[in-house]
């Protein structure tokens, strides 16, 4: 590695760290808040804090929310010096100082904008007569994991929006500086930018339906939890990544982040759909018998859990053949 790509490296490498302390910082002053603040139930929020059941999906948001601002940043800042064909700004103190005002700023809005759709869709959902009771007859629960999930199919492509928007911003305030040569964008980059993006996706839609499934757990333990909102969404990230870097072609062309960003999302999408449908149609062959039997056992687990991998690597390939058609295949 020369020394521009690693200088400019660095430079984007610093700045998705930057934004990923403004917002560790930021989720910091809201949990003080909370366990801090003027409530009633103060002492029961403070002990439900210690429960597997609160901290596991709080733990689970917070990575989400960092991994998101991090590689966001990071791909923005090195897009820009890859346009500019330089390794270095002639001000980072500026730029630093420019993105960080106008992140926190964004976060502010964006999180007040969110409580206020999400509470005016509340109140429509306790009232009753949503649009989704009119429209697809959902009951209580499903309008719940509905308006959860459409929060967080919105949050995270206007998340990913404003750090960009911030980061474009910053860059007009300085100028290129130094030699030419702007970062190269490679296969591992793409890789691991799409196994990133699936493992955003899996701790979010896990946190929604984790709620639900928690009704139907109650004796779950740390183990469980653990395994289910940390190990197994690390595990999900990495053969993401492997299986994207074998498919990838050698040459990615003038593919960026925003097609590495797309082949993960589509990765995990593909195998939720085929998932659902797989499942369904296991419900259908199954007696209420060898259903009870296969919730409790271990080896259907573990099943289970190869076949959702074997989706997700059909999925990498899928992708990869879908966005990266004009590349030279690797003959490994």
């Known amino acids: 590695m020369t020394t521009l790509s690693r200088s400019a490296h660095s430079l984007a490498w610093r700045l998705a760290v930057a934004a990923v302390l403004l917002r560790l910082g930021y989720i910091a002053l809201i949990q003080i808040y909370t366990l801090t603040g003027p409530s009633p139930y103060l002492d029961r929020v403070r002990e439900s ?32 010096l890859a ?5 270095a700004v002639d001000q980072p103190g500026r730029l630093f100082g420019t993105f960080l ?14 409580a206020l759709a999400q509470n005016a869709m509340l109140g429509s959902l306790i009232k009753g007569g949503s649009l989704l009771d009119e429209w697809f007859g959902l009951g209580v629960t499903g309008q719940f ?4 999930l459409l929060t967080k199919a919105v949050t995270i492509p206007l998340e990913i929006i404003g750090v960009c928007l911030a980061v474009r911003i ?26 990133l993006t699936v493992l955003a996706w899996q701790l979010s839609i896990s946190i929604t339906l ?13 183990l469980e939890y653990a395994l289910g909102y940390w190990v197994l969404p690390a595990i999900v990230m990495a053969l993401c990544a492997l299986a994207c870097l074998k498919v990838l072609p050698r040459e990615l062309g003038r593919a960026r982040i925003g097609r590495a960003v797309a082949h993960g999302s589509i990765a995990f999408w593909f195998a939720q759909a085929a998932g659902v449908g797989l499942g369904v149609l296991a419900l259908r062959a199954m007696t209420w018998n060898q259903l009870a039997f296969a919730s409790e056992s271990y080896v ?7 076949i959702y991998a074997a989706l997700l690597a059909l999925g990498c390939l899928i992708g990869a053949r879908a966005l990266y058609r004009g590349g030279k295949q690797d003959p490994r």
């Open 49 to 80: 804090y210690s429960q597997p059941e609160m901290l596991a999906p709080l733990l689970a948001n917070m990575a989400a929310s960092l991994v998101i601002a991090g590689l966001a940043t990071w791909g923005a800042m090195r897009r820009w």
């Open 83 to 87: 346009r500019n064909d330089t390794a």
């Open 101 to 114: 005002a106008l992140q926190a700023l964004y976060t502010l809005c964006l999180s007040a904008g969110l």
């Open 145 to 148: 994991l509905a308006m959860n």
């Open 170 to 195: 910053a860059t007009w305030t300085v100028a290129p500086a130094g030699p030419a040569g702007g970062p190269v964008h490679g296969r591992r980059h793409a890789a691991w930018i799409a196994g």
């Open 210 to 222: 984790g709620g639900f499934l928690q009704m139907h757990t109650l004796g779950a333990g740390w």
């Open 300 to 306: 259907a687990a573990g099943v289970t859990l190869l």
